[in-house]
């Protein structure tokens, strides 16, 4: 129900809420405007990973996040300067895993959204996302056995990899590697 009406509201857009309580079917008063998200679990050694991926092509971010939800200190913060850019879902207008949201990044920084490479945890919204939208995945995951059950040219396009230093080892050899392209954006 987020990722429908929340996630994708825009900061202009009053109607979000009230979509939101018809669809759940409660009344607005009953919405939880004190609502206080939990903060971003944040794996370790992350920024450092962000960094040095940054040293050799651009990296954004995209999270599902309200325009209520987003805190100043949370994404965006965390990896400058070592962002491209940060995109938040209400900003996109799309959340994931609508292929639309990647390939509104793609747009933004002129690319193809087959030459983006989306690195997430989860299977539903990272990778089913980013192979909707043409792009390829790195998903971090300790069971790796739902990706061996994707079609062949799928499968392809996904590398399901055990945790974050591995995702970034893969990332870092597959951008240096004499056979890989890289774009500017």
């Not at 040293?55 to 994404?75: F, H, I, L, Q, Y």
């Not at 965390?78 to 938040?88: Q, T």
């Not at 994931?96 to 509104?104: F, Q, S």
């Not at 971090?140 to 970034?168: E, S």
Request: charged share 20%; proline share 9%; net charge positive.
């Amino acid at each position: 129900m987020a990722q429908q009406h929340l996630h994708t509201a825009r900061s202009r857009d009053t109607t979000a809420v009230a979509r939101t309580c018809a669809a759940l079917r409660i009344p607005p008063d009953a919405f939880p405007h004190d609502h206080q998200p939990p903060e971003f679990c944040w794996w370790d050694g992350v920024v450092e990973a962000v960094a040095a991926l940054a040293r050799v092509v651009p990296v954004v971010t995209m999270s599902n996040v309200t325009r209520w939800d987003e805190r100043p200190g949370d994404v965006a913060a965390r990896f400058a300067p070592h962002l491209a850019a940060h995109y938040p879902s209400w900003r996109l207008g799309f959340a994931k895993p609508d292929p639309r949201a990647l390939r509104a990044v793609a747009a933004q920084h002129r690319l193809p959204a087959g030459q983006l490479v989306h690195v997430g945890d989860a299977f539903d919204y990272d990778v089913r996302g980013a192979l909707a939208a043409g792009a390829r995945a790195v998903w971090i995951t300790p069971d790796p056995a739902p990706a061996a059950r994707l079609p062949a040219a799928c499968r392809r396009r996904v590398m399901a990899v055990a945790d974050l230093r591995a995702a970034i080892d893969f990332l870092l050899t597959a951008t240096t590697s004499p056979r890989a392209t890289r774009s500017r954006t």
